[in-house]
């Protein structure tokens, strides 16, 4: 893959502390993309806010206006990531669809083109900068806009699995399966919506833990002398 659509979600960025932020979790991914600019992979990064905010939870909230704090809580999210990311060497940019002031700039196809020829790492923080759109649906839509060979979904649990493990200790967990499957048993991969737009755009995704040692490489390059099905650990979504 020459690039990747990295999609983080903010529980996972906060590790045990389920809130906030971890900085060790995120100084681990911040590592692991290094290793991947370093051989020439451009990565685009989106993050969800659910370390800071649901807005589907709140019952007295109006929905557009906790889905807008949602989008700020992306922003918050991904100006902190990003800094990691500068402490560990990289150069980045984050865009937002809606106006943050200074501290970030417009999305555009071109300006992220343009980063991503300067081996910068592009963080798209606001999600669609439209209510009643999750991040899942942001992630799809940047991939498909900066033409990402796939998306990386790092994720709390390893994989794609028949039902909740969480729930179910029998929860058989998918090797692979196609974006068909995942819609035809309403599989909570990533919202519908966001499927669908993976099915039109044939964009092919990889789920993984984001605690696994190594698992964002893995899921890009693959350990040598080894097939990519015997060293990744998690669920490939085909197209």
């Known amino acids: 893959m020459n690039r990747?659509?990295?999609?983080?979600?903010g529980e996972a960025l906060a590790g045990e502390k389920k809130t906030g932020f971890d900085e060790a979790t995120v100084a681990g991914v911040a590592k692991?993309?290094?290793?991947?600019?370093?051989?020439?992979?451009q990565v685009g990064i989106v993050i969800g806010g659910g370390n800071f905010w649901r807005?589907?939870?709140?019952?007295?909230?109006?929905?557009?206006?906790?889905?807008?704090i949602g989008m700020l809580a992306t922003v918050m999210n991904c100006i902190y990531v990003s800094e990691i990311f500068r402490s560990e060497g990289m150069q980045t940019n984050i865009l937002t669809p809606f106006a943050c002031g200074t501290f970030t700039k417009p999305f555009s196809k071109d300006r992220a083109n343009k980063y991503f020829q300067h081996n910068m790492v592009v963080f798209f923080a606001g999600g669609t900068g439209h209510p009643y759109f999750s991040t899942?649906?942001?992630?799809?839509?940047?991939?498909?806009?900066i033409e990402a060979d796939g998306i990386l979904l790092a994720k709390a649990v390893d994989g794609v699995y028949d039902s909740d493990p969480?729930?179910?200790?029998?929860?058989?967990?998918?090797d692979r399966l196609s974006?068909?499957?995942?819609?035809?048993?309403?599989l909570a991969v990533v919202d519908l919506?966001?499927?669908i737009m993976c099915m039109e755009h044939k964009?092919?995704?990889?789920?993984?833990?984001l605690s696994e040692l190594g698992s964002i490489v893995k899921a890009v390059s693959g350990d040598s002398g080894s097939s990519f099905d015997d060293h990744f650990n998690g669920t490939v979504i085909t197209v």
């Open 4 to 9: 990747v659509l990295l999609k983080l979600s």
């Open 32 to 41: 692991q993309v290094k290793k991947l600019t370093e051989s020439g992979v």
């Open 55 to 68: 807005g589907r939870t709140s019952e007295t909230i109006d929905r557009t206006k906790a889905d807008q």
């Open 136 to 145: 899942d649906t942001a992630a799809v839509l940047r991939a498909v806009e």
């Open 166 to 174: 969480k729930l179910n200790p029998q929860a058989v967990r998918y």
């Open 179 to 186: 974006i068909d499957e995942v819609i035809e048993k309403k």
């Open 193 to 195: 919506s966001a499927s």
């Open 203 to 209: 964009m092919p995704m990889y789920v993984f833990s």
